[in-house]
């Protein structure tokens, strides 16, 4: 296969990621296709145009539908809000397109399932967009995990958060409307779902409370409006390899801008990350002289594949947009049939049955099954 | 009152930790009466011999109950293993004494109870080693609460980690006996209680779940014996302000070696804290230029009382033994008859209460009213 | 101008960057010509090739001279080693090219002036390969301080320091060969000279200690060769805006992958950056109430230009490969004639001149004026 | 010996300090004499009585000469302004007592030298206040570069800053006289200097830059006058071990507060260390995989002699207090004739001349050898 004719439906945060993946991916791996973009949807044709320029798409519509049926698009980048994301890539699966889709899935837990019956029908490669498994030094770890060098894992602790819900004064916005989902527990729940999903398989069991911090929002016009989600939640977790641990979700953290954060405990050692400086990890290993012993801190290097395919040099720094790139090749590795690090539909409903779980032990306090 | 008779029982771990507070506390604050170090009891009588000299106390004994008697001690610290408490306590609040006892304040609920009745009705100081909230950057941190410096408190994290029950073939010790207690919720959740009871006035529920990171340990004599003791747990809570967040807990936790740590977020900021870095905090405002806002590191010194009493000079580190000083100095407030900042028998009842209550809401996994 | 053919000499660890950037800066832009990525050239006509395939490029040469030939080649990017930028330099300006040349400029400084000679006469745009003055968060250091936000500067320090000449037994390369340059003060001096240039506009003056750590090599056919370049050295600095200060190089420091650091002191506040957390800066000003005042930790984000046109949330990140990028796009806004953030020959002999100051004042052992 | 008979020469900063580790010394270590606090002198009759009571001395006066002629007084404690040092020293000394005198020595090197000789001759210990060298990570960190953890240390950086004269518009003080002597280089140099003379045995030779951020300061009654003392300096040095090496002092840092910081490569390794985090110091070797090396964060604990004399359980932290303890105790080792971890007079008098011969290469701008 020499090239491979892109789709791609949306154009904002994420659908200029996606874009940017797709013309980096080439020039950064060196194998695979080289990724023809085809085919362009935004909302507004003026917009569409504009961006498919910028992008170099080599068309552009204001109809995601013809993206999905363009006989040159071979893949679809799907990057639209969240609740659209079904009824896109079911059409694109059944266009028999593979299907690249942002996270989370889908808002409801009867899309997702829908979704993942979809892909397995359709026998075509259907990868979610959870790029923070795609750093070189998530690997590494679940590399570490793997050959056992802190032991056996029996506690973990998960954080994520950021700050655009902190300022409780900031207008009512659709991140608070029911419609956008619950709040805290898939808007954010879902990124370290997918780490504990790469690193240990998934969770079991969980027991949540969510919370609100502001009980309403000013409206544009004035007055104010209840807030409907959540935007901070506590988790207690068990996951399948029996460790157990906490998760929690903040979506009103004032300073942290990007805290996807973790601390694994092992028998042998620990290991500690924060994705906001996603170029080093801690390792602790009880190992050698007491005198001497102390979290180290790994940057990230050659040696931590496929940092290499970027900078020849270590602790040079990879960005957030170069974990997209990777996953951008992972998903490439799986169309071509290969071996591939990618989160797909299937995988996916499990992560989404984790956040569904959440949210049901929290109304019904008490633990849930996932 | 120009002196203090002081009596000390223990002289392990804090019992030496109490006598260089009270050698020290005199020298440091210059106020109040100066201690007499008078009598002093350890198990062995040489040994307490010995510590006496060491300590610079005047009389020593094998029998605790001669420190109790004695007419010139007038206050008396108890730094006996934990399952001691109470009836040196007691016995000590009988005899008139003042007294200051190490954390936790008794195995029991039932003993917790009847010392903080005792000590109610004897009208004496009856004051808990809960040093860690003595430092003037965890009192300066109250005032900011207080002054609303982060606005309305939402959501808090609690963690206390450290690494003495992480060696999986560490041998059993009575620290994974029954007998000692519960393990990590009264060995290491009364620190983060104690904080939580001083900036925020204590737990109002929680939900825990306890975990056995190791299911034994080998025995001395060959064979393996099972843990009674819980080394990790987690915990969800709600906090008597209305506020959520989570409280984890580790003993066996490699490389934390005081990891007392805690995030604190409200509607105008967030500060956060970590015992193994003491001598500062960091506090994020949501302030001034967003360009230029970013967590503060805010280094200890003579602006944050009582540390100008040990240093003049800003950012160069009290220890935690100087924690333990200042403790006694708030003992010896008390007993003036002055305001102090001590966490008395009443108030570490409530600590007690919520250690038990976190017990009590594994057992039955659900939430448990504090 | 609609899009601007590319040439590129060179496709290693910096060609391919180029090549990466000249990919990637229409999308994350959006403004601006199209390169179209015309000839690119490498010593060997099948990596030539293969490399062509994997950048993009239409054309593929092993002969350099042929890119510098090519009608439709509009900029040429010069990557290979530093010994032969003067000779691709002049020729690609004779050709009537624009040229965006690697740091160091020049192994001698007769070449660096016959290079910023030529690009004067020639009226095209040269500019040079500093791209860490590129980053969103040393331009907003830069803005801060043209703003006073920490005072009067009095005082700096920068360092420099990598490892991969720090194992001893490492085989003798070009890299400790005379022939290569200076060793840390070309290699990694400009650097930090870059960045004194456009916070500080240069360096007055300079008093150097040299040093070779090791002062020999194996030799891969067996014994050991001298090393004729220095792998460390030390600088006292007088700065043009009148600040003392010290640069301190090392390529031989183990455990450093990336670290150019500075610390910027003035009379109403303090800096410090570190590229090995590129994402971040710290900042101390000398206001508000004293108990709160501390670094701090600022992580870029959307209000730090150019960083909104990679990513819309703040915290998430830029990497190495993205300083780059953005170079490249000043360098097209130069072409365009519009004011831009570069490093041209000019003001790069100004950088070069620098350097030789620091050897010369090292051989005479006495200050010496650049 | 069961006890020593303690004098003590001023009751600010350092005297404080100084009487603090005679109270605590003997209750840490258990071992050597129990200091007897015999006599006190403070410039103020009133003020001297009220010490006295706070740190429990028997005696108090207003003529330090009393101290020195007490016949029960065996060692003095010497915490005046530097200017005073040598008189006091002296006539300690020539009284036949030891002496314990704050750095730096004398303000002259004519005074230094001529309490070097007075030392030598009169048999006695005289030991100086660098207590920065008693922590116990400086002492592990010693021996970590003896055992070549870190092969042969080649380049170095000192750094030592604080902020007490930041403020520009401070008033005028002794500090800006040149009667209290050069300013950083002696006020602060002296510091680096101690640890440069435990790790290395000091400096050969050095090339200094001395600054002054402020030409003058406001005087309290209007107007303003010059300054006349060097607030920053920079430093080429070379040690005797042959490394190179800078350092840098400021006393003009916004933001430092205590920050005695330095970095050691070795052809092994890397060590660093920052006195405002002094229960900590990160160490890198080149060892093990590569993909999980990196600088580790080891804690103070048990196994960092004699950190266990003051808490048994790791990572708690000690003060800057505990580390003047630390040397009372050595001091208290040299009286008994044990070894003893000290810088004594002829050892200070290496240091004195590290300060004038980097004054004397300033003046002269040229190197200077020790």
Redesign the interface.
Known sequence: MQSIGVGLIGT??MG??H??AW??V???F?DGP?PRLVHLAEIDADLAA?RA????FERATANWRDVVADPEVEVVSITTPNALHAEMALAALAAGKHVWCEKPMAVTLADAERMAAAARAAGRVAALGYNYIQNPLIR?IGA?LAAG???VV??V?F?MD???M???EAPFSWKSDAASGYGAPDDFGVHPLSLIAVLFGGVARV???L?K??ADRPLAGGGRRAVATFD?A?V???LRNGA???M?L?R????????LAFQI??????IAYD??????FQ????SGD??????????T?P??PPYER?????????????LKLIECHELLNAVAGRPARIIDFAAGLGIERAVHAIVRSHRE???FDV
Chains 1, 2, 3, 4 share one sequence.
């Open positions: 904002g945060y200029k990621c874009a940017l013309n980096g080439k020039p950064v060196g080289r504009r320029a910028e992008f170099g590494h570490l060098t802190i032991g029996n506690h602790r954080e950021e700050d655009f902190a300022d409780p027991m949540a409370q919370a911090p502001y901070s506590c207690l977790m068990e157990t641990g906490i929690a903040n009103a953290a004032w300073g942290r801008k990007g805290r405990f092992g028998s042998g050692g620990t994705q906001e400086r996603m170029n080093e390792l602790f290993t009880a007491p005198a001497e012993q102390g979290f180290r801190t790994v940057l290097g040696v931590h970027f900078i020849p040099a270590p602790g040079h720094g990879l960005g957030f947009n170069d306090a008490s633990w």
